[in-house]
């Protein structure tokens, strides 16, 4: 039954880091980062990866946004936004509001 | 390493044991426990996970039989958690002790699934054939104490079907990240047990019903995955995704199987004591038989779902029809259908009458072998 994903990262402020059962790796075998869950591996592509790899519970949604733009020509902000909700939706990521995370 | 041609797998089964201080009667275990007490060493075991890891798999299972009656389990979790696996132990939880589970995140256990039969007492040690119940709600409550996510699962049939909504409220009282509801799988203990555990169509409605609404009601704070029963459904499951495409399984005497219950099929055996897992994934007959769509008969070989569901269950197939290379039956396309459809009306008849006997799985001995020892005297 599909259902329709939140919109947790909300507006630009929340602070999005992986769930604590989810695990972001590099596969040596693939050449490829994959996200690591209970009963699925997503192999990711190169800005699912840089993506991702800039969650971690301090950035905000619009900082992990202005990041990729320095790092790539054509970064659309609506698609990180979806990713971003997507994986929130399947729990994998958690989102805190506010205050940043220490450590 | 892999040829272009064969796809890298991405998980490994290890059911590191049959043993198991269970009896559940829908188990799938083989009925010839007997046959498999011969177990990997911890040597063997740790070769075989750095064998697929290089391999491709990202993906460790933990499973059995009961994998906490292996002593080494802390030894090849830590070995696995180094290798980069993502580790998951999937338990009945009797064993788990505080102890036991300290080590266990030491060593660094990703995620761990623990089973129950019911929503109380009574029924849920009755179906386990064992004092269990109380102790499976303690190792819940440590797995969440330790910071790890808790998985429920629960194995569905006719006599805890109905206690569908029951069972979801507990898994939110224990604080549960996620529940399986799997509906049993008609293989091993289950398969001679089936006349006893399907449920009837209309327990199937009342239970989906259930489900539906839990699901909205618990959005966003726990994951309910409900694993709809082949039998019932219009086309098979794709099992395992494909015939050696994406998984395998190593049981607990080293051969290498597609799926747990190959070992089922008339096919070629392959071990880790004779062979790299490399050539097992890649080369062996056991593997190539049913890799692809070539094998297919009619009608999976002109049907569009072919690389959908890759023809249903290869064991399910022959289990039923004594042909592995048919049509899994319980496709509504395949010949052989109306053996499913008659199992199926005859659970739906059964409702009114009392319930059937249940064998329970027996508990196997185990031998311990003694690390140094070579080659194990293979099964013929």
């Known amino acids: 039954m599909p259902s329709t994903p939140h919109v947790q990262t909300g507006d630009g402020a929340a602070r999005p880091h992986l769930a604590r059962h989810v695990r972001l790796r590099f596969d040596p075998a693939r050449q490829r980062h994959v996200l690591l869950t209970p009963e699925a591996v997503s192999v990711l592509n190169g800005t699912g990866a840089a993506i991702l790899g800039l969650c971690d519970g301090t950035r905000t949604v619009s900082e992990i946004a202005a990041e990729l733009h320095g790092r790539y020509a054509r970064v659309d902000d609506d698609e990180v936004r979806l990713f971003l909700d997507r994986l929130a939706a399947r729990r994998c990521l958690e989102v805190d509001q506010g205050e940043a995370r220490r450590g | 390493m892999a040829s272009a041609a064969v796809d890298r797998p991405f998980g490994l089964l290890a059911e590191l044991t049959y043993g198991c201080p269970l009896h559940c009667p829908y188990c799938s275990n083989p009925l010839d426990l007997a046959a498999y ?4 060493t911890t040597a063997e075991w740790l070769r075989v996970l750095a064998e697929a890891r290089a391999l491709g798999v990202l993906q460790l299972h933990l499973s059995g039989g009961e994998p906490l009656l292996r002593r080494d389990l802390t030894e090849i979790v830590r070995s696995a958690s180094e290798l980069g696996l993502y580790t998951n132990l999937i338990t009945s939880a009797l064993g788990l002790t505080p102890r036991r589970a300290g080590q266990l995140r030491a060593a660094g256990l990703d995620h761990v699934q ?21 102790r499976k709600l303690a190792a819940a409550r440590l ?11 629960v194995v569905l049939h006719r006599h805890n079907v109905d206690r569908v909504g029951r069972v979801l409220a507990l898994a939110e009282e224990l604080g549960a990240d996620r529940i399986e509801l799997a509906h049993t799988q008609y293989y091993g203990w ?12 209309a327990q199937l409605e009342s239970a989906e019903a259930v489900v539906r609404a839990a699901r909205a009601r618990l959005e966003g704070r726990m994951e ?11 086309y098979p499951k794709p099992c395992m995704g494909g015939w050696g495409r994406r998984q395998l399984t190593v049981i607990p005497n080293g051969e290498v199987l597609p799926c747990p219950t190959a070992h089922t099929l008339p096919l070629p055996r392959a071990s880790v004591r004779e062979h790299s897992l490399a050539w097992i994934w890649e080369c062996s007959p056991v593997f190539q038989r049913f890799r692809g769509t ?30 592995a290379a048919r049509t899994d039956p319980v496709c509504h396309l395949s010949p052989d259908h109306g053996i499913v459809a008659a199992a199926v009306q005859a659970a739906d008849e059964a409702a009114q009458s009392p319930a059937a ?14 690390q140094s020892s070579g080659r194990a005297a293979h099964r013929a």
């Open chain 2, 294 to 323: 070539d094998w297919m008969p009619d009608p999976c070989r002109s049907c569009p779902r072919r690389e959908v569901d890759f023809g249903g269950c290869r064991c399910q197939a022959f289990a039923l029809t004594g042909d």
């Open chain 2, 357 to 370: 006997v249940l064998t329970p799985r027996p508990n196997p001995s185990r031998r311990a072998r003694p």
């Open chain 2, 114 to 134: 623990i089973s129950v039969q019911a929503d109380e007492p009574a029924l849920s040690d009755r179906l386990a054939g064992t004092p269990s119940f109380a």
């Open chain 2, 143 to 153: 797995v969440k104490e330790l910071g790890w996510p808790l998985t429920l699962n």
């Open chain 2, 190 to 201: 289950a398969l001679r047990n089936r006349a006893g555990l399907l449920p009837s169509r």
């Open chain 2, 224 to 234: 309910v995955i409900y694993v709809l029963p082949d039998y019932h459904g219009r």
């Open chain 2, 37 to 40: 007490a011969d177990e990997l």
